[in-house]
């Protein structure tokens, strides 16, 4: 059974930082690429950053780069999204995604409210 399991949101001040973690489990997690989504109410998803599975290379939102970082730990099948300097247009629930595209496989989890106030 495949989960993906995010943990780490919470409220925040502006210009606080969060961490997000996010568990895999049911399928091989170092053959996917992990990506971090995001949704605001009355808003489309949004891709935030992504990993790749292979050298790591990376990309972001234009809007959180320099500001977010994402990372993996194949060991832990664990991606992270360490989030800095938070505004409240970050506001949003946040979503885990494992990707690949031969074979194919999508995978999302449940969410975790971040949200961004004073």
């Known amino acids: 059974q495949v989960k993906l399991v995010e943990s780490g949101g919470g409220l925040v001040q502006p210009g606080g930082s969060l961490r997000l973690s996010c568990v895999g489990s049911?399928?091989?997690?170092?053959?996917?690429?992990m990506r971090w989504y995001r949704q605001a109410p009355g808003k489309e998803r949004d891709m935030v950053a992504h990993i790749s599975s292979a050298d790591y290379p990376t990309r972001y939102l234009d809007s959180v780069k320099g500001r977010f970082t994402i990372s993996r730990d194949n060991a832990k099948n664990t991606v992270y999204l360490q989030m800095n300097s938070l505004i409240p247009d970050d506001t949003a629930v946040y979503y885990c995604?494992?990707?690949?595209?031969?074979?194919?496989?999508?995978?999302w989890g449940q969410g975790t409210q971040v949200t961004v106030s004073s």
């Open positions: 049911g399928f091989t997690f170092s053959d996917f690429n």
């Open positions: 995604n494992a990707w690949r595209a031969w074979p194919n496989g999508d995978y």
